[in-house]
Structure formats: C-alpha cells, structure tokens
C-alpha cells in the first residue's frame, strides 16, 4: 500500500514543479475535451495543427524582443495564431479545392519564420524550449495564465454553444438564420488558437495540438454523442497528463513527449475496443 | 433649523440617490451592450414574426451572383406572387440552387436586388439539398428538427417548452414520429429528407425555398412530400422549388421558371416548358421530347 503511494502521489507531495504542472495539464485538460471534441467532429484537425504552428512565429517575436517574457510569448503567439486563423477562413471563402495547399503552407511558413527569430537572439536550447515546450519549469505566474486562458476559453465556448454546433454540420442553416456563420466560424478558431497558447507553455508549438486532438479521437472511439465525448476527453486528458508526469519523473522522460505519447497508447487502446466491440463506435440508432 | 442628524441623513440620502442613478446608468449601458451583442450574433431571434402566417410575394431584380469570377446567375429578375408554386428548372450549373440560397440570405449577391414584399427575412424557410448537411455530425433527429424553431430561441436562449411537442408533431406529419432520439447519420436518403421537411415545417414560413425536394427518393416518399408541399400551397404560402423531373413540373406546379445564368422563360408552366425554350436553355430536347 505504502509503495503503491510511493509511486502515485509521493512525486506530487515532494515536489511543487510536479504539483503545479499537473494542476496546468487539469487546466488544459478541461478546456482541450470540449474544444478538441468540437474540432474533430469539424472535421478540421489539420486546421488544428495549422494553428498551433502559427502561434510559433508571435512566440518567437515576442521571445527576441523580450526573452523569456510569458505576456511577451503569449501575446505574441495570440496575434500570429489570430492572423493565420483569419488568413485560413478568407481562403476557405475563396478557394475551397485549394485549402489543405493553403494550410501546409501557413504551417511551413510559420515553422520556418519562427525557428529563423528565436535562433536569430537564442540558443538551440531556447529553440527546443519554444519546439517543445517545458511543463515541469512552469512557475506560478504561467500557471495561472494558463488558467485564464483555458477559463476564458471554455466560458465563450459555453456562451456560444449552441450557433457553434450548428455551424459545424449545417452553416447555410445557420448563415439563413442569423447570418453569422463566418463569424461563428472565426470565434471558433479564435478559441482554439488561446487554448493552444496555453497550453504551448506546457508542450511547446509542436507538441501542443497533441493534447487537443488525442484525447479527443480516443474519446470518440467510446462514444459518439457530443457532450459525453467532451466530458470524457477532457478525462482522458487528464489521465494522460497523471500518467505522462509520473512516467518523466520515474524514467527520467522529458515530459511532454511522455504526456502525448501515454495519449497516443489511449487512443490505440480507444481504437482497438472499438474495433473488437463495433457497437461502441456506431452512432445510436444505427442498425448493425 | 437642521440638527447635525437631520443633516447627516439628507447628505447620506443624496449619497444614495446619486449611487443609484450610477448604478441605473450603468445598468442602461449594460443593457444597451447586450443589446448590441445579441443584434450582431443572434440576428436569427424573432419571436414575433414567426407567430402568424403571411406570404410575402418575392420581387428579384437584376440579380448577379458571382463564385470568385464565374457568374452563375447574371442578371436575373423573377416575380414571385403571394401563394404562388413555382417550380424552378434549368440544366445542371444553370443557377438554380444558387438563386435559392441568394434569395434565403446564404449567398450575397453581387449586384442587383431581392425584395420581400409585405414579410420580413424570418418569413423565409429554405430547404437545402441533403448533402449541404454533414450528417456524420453526432445530432439526433429531434434535435435536428428542433432547430426548424430557432427563431423563437435563437443562438443563446432556451429553448420554450413548447418546442418538444411542435418537433413530435412535425415528425408525425412527416412519417418519423418513432425516430426521435435516433442520430442524422442512421437514416436513409428518404428519412432524412422527411427530417429536413420537418424542421422546415418548424420555421413556419410564409416564403418556402426548396432545392431538389423529391432528388434520389421513392415514389411514395415522393408522393408523401409531394401533399405536404400541396398542403403549404393551399394554406397561401408562397413556395419556390427547384425540380428536375419536367413531368411532375407540369403536372403540379401551376408556374415554372426556365434557368440558365439568365431567365429563358418565365410564367405559366405549359407556355415555359416548350420545346424551342429548353432547347435555348441547353437542354437536350431530343431527350426531352421522347419523355
């Protein structure tokens, strides 16, 4: 029993930084369940990953004027992230066939800027830190804008339920309605955009969609209605973020690589049940 | 004549007075923002509008509508009356559907006019083609259906108790009533049809816009669609649909409108529907006259 709790709490009650990173990731976790559920079931992953790639380029402005500045780094990251979700629902608008050319080169041109700015002031080691981000050196004032942000993220997202929905699988009908279906649609990415800033403080520009879309796809795979696939991926998530922190303190792992990868093992798990018990993953009503 | 209490009260009284007229202005100004927010994001909410039934007639005038460059519809004018049926028929990439979603506010014109006249834009009710909607999306049918009220909840309100049984009503009427709580995605080409019929029934338009109604289903689905359709003409509203089938056209649709980017024909379906109009509309009329 004492080696059980040696193992499962000892690391949290000894140390602050594992404290605070996994009250981070239960932040981030209770924001990417319903934003990441709602972006699958967009159909708009890719976009997702577009995104979290297009707030490198602000982080890494903000890092070369600034340094190590969290506001400078997530506003810089907020105003890139903003720019490209806009960019990428004005080429929607225009050119449907092209859009996935479109998204891959947002997310090279975002990658490569980005990597030049933050090695035109820094060092690699500064590079990896943008790349991949550093849960366990989260201190008290990142924590809490973490959890502003997946705050305010989830309040809109609460606010505009309903219109958010609908525009995902009916926007004529929503754009006849109300006539904000664009509108809708940019809220939308704007609340993905600050969901992934915060949580790039944990996993880094490249890491970050990890933690939106993993849980997400393996919570699909239990169930297909809309509000239990968000309650149980942001579950998941929160599992995920449990056993990926014990997983670097024990193995001596770097964190959030161990974070997405105990993610991924989920979703393989999520798929392979799916898979050997069919009537999980098919939508109530349908016959076998 | 005032003791130092007298006084005391009427300052505190004063204090007080102008506390509450901060707090009212405040109050007024919040009011008024969230006024503002729900115009901008909740234009969909009209409760009022949607009580009684009118059927406002549809004047078009020179109506272009452009994707990117290529116009698909250039230069339209079309009336449509009070409690008129107008089937409207063209070739594939004629601007039919087009029209439809120019007139039901999904697509902005590019020049020219749409007017409403004698309703406002709650009175239109559009049907779209079945597969505008994703129905891979996790939403059960009586949810779907539910949406045929938004009008009288819009984006952020809850919806009225009412709703529950309108939406059962409106699926008994079009053959669902068991289908409730099963998802969008489990029911068949024609089910799902019926769904869209009954939210459509919901909106309770007085202008209905109908892309392709009876496209890829059964004859007695057809058929049941068809009286629901006639039933809407009887009661006065004015209905627009978009139709393939030119025997059916003639047969219950008492006006036609000949399409290809621009009016060919317009008027009483037996003068429209001549052979020498849908040869000018690019129809094949060998085909057409063998049917």
């Known amino acids: 029993m004492s080696g059980l709790n040696a193992v499962l709490i000892e690391p949290f009650a000894a140390y602050g930084f594992m404290r605070t990173a996994l009250v981070g990731l239960a932040a981030l976790a209770l924001a990417n369940g319903p934003i990441g559920t709602l972006l699958l079931m967009r159909r708009m992953s890719l976009v997702g ?18 340094g190590y500045s969290l506001l400078a780094l997530s506003a810089g990251g907020v105003v890139t992230g903003l720019a490209v979700a806009a960019l990428s629902s004005l080429v929607t608008r225009d050119a449907a066939q092209r859009q996935d050319v479109h998204l891959a080169v947002f997310y090279l041109l975002s990658l490569a800027a980005g990597v030049l700015l933050v090695t035109a002031r820094g060092s690699n080691i500064d590079l990896m830190h943008v790349l991949f981000g550093t849960i366990l050196a989260v201190g008290m004032p990142t924590l809490v804008l973490m959890a502003l942000l997946t705050s305010i993220s989830v309040l809109i997202l609460a606010a505009v339920y309903r219109p958010i929905v609908v525009e995902a699988f009916d926007p004529g009908f929503l754009q006849a309605m109300s006539g904000g279906s664009g509108t809708y649609r940019l809220v939308f990415l704007a609340l993905v955009v600050l969901d992934l800033v915060a949580g790039f403080q944990a996993f880094g520009t490249l890491l970050a969609v990890g933690p939106l879309l993993l849980p997400a796809a393996a919570a ?3 169930t297909r209605r809309v509000f239990p696939a968000m309650a149980l991926s942001a579950g998941l998530g929160l599992a995920a973020g449990y056993v990926g922190l014990l997983l670097s303190y024990f193995l001596n792992l770097p964190s959030g690589p161990a974070i997405v990868l105990v993610a991924g ?12 018990q ?3 993953a098919r939508p109530p009503g349908v016959p076998a | 004549m005032a003791s130092p209490e007298n006084r005391a009260a009427a300052s505190g009284g004063y204090a007080e007075a102008a506390w509450a007229l901060t707090l009212r202005r405040l109050g007024a100004a919040a009011r008024q923002g969230a006024s503002a927010f729900l115009r901008r994001f909740d234009g969909g909410y009209a409760p009022a509008t949607s009580a009684s039934v009118v059927a406002p007639a549809v004047a078009i005038a020179d109506l272009t509508v452009a994707y990117q460059r290529a116009a698909a519809l250039d230069g339209v004018s079309a009336d449509f009356p009070p409690g008129s049926m107008t089937a409207i028929v063209g070739p594939n990439g004629a601007g039919k559907s087009t029209l439809l979603k120019a007139i039901a506010g999904i697509l902005r014109p590019r020049a020219g006019s749409i007017l409403l006249e004698g309703g406002g834009p709650g009175d239109i009710a559009y049907l779209p083609q ?17 949406l045929g009220c938004w009008r009288q909840y819009g984006a952020f309100r809850a919806a009225p108790a009412a709703v529950a049984g309108k939406v059962r009503q409106a699926l008994d009427a079009v053959g669902l009533g068991a289908a409730d709580d099963t998802a969008i995605a489990a029911l068949s080409v024609g ?11 919901l909106q309770q338009g007085g202008v209905l816009l109908l892309d392709e109604p009876f496209a890829a289903i059964d004859a007695s689905t057809t058929q049941a669609l068809l009286q629901l359709v006639k039933g809407w003409h009887d009661e ?33 379906t037996l003068d429209v529907l001549r052979v020498e109009n849908l040869a000018r ?7 057409v006259a063998a049917t």
């Open chain 2, 281 to 287: 509309a690019g129809f094949d009329t060998a085909a």
């Open chain 1, 265 to 276: 093992a989920l979703y393989l798990v999520s798929l392979l049940a799916a898979r050997y």
């Open chain 2, 130 to 146: 079945s597969d505008e909607v994703d129905r891979g999306f996790p939403v059960s049918v009586g949810d779907f259906v539910a």
């Open chain 2, 191 to 201: 089910q799902f049809r019926r769904a869209l019929f009954a939210r459509l029934m």
């Open chain 1, 278 to 280: 069919p009537e999980l």
């Open chain 2, 236 to 268: 006065g509203r004015t209905i627009v649909a978009v139709l393939h089938d030119l025997d059916q056209v003639a047969r219950d649709f008492p006006r036609t409108l000949l399409l290809s980017r621009r009016v060919i024909a317009d008027g009483p």
């Open chain 1, 220 to 222: 699909r795979c239990w």
């Open chain 1, 49 to 66: 990953d577009v995104l979290s790639h297009a707030v490198m380029p602000g982080a890494a402005f903000g890092f070369a004027l600034a």
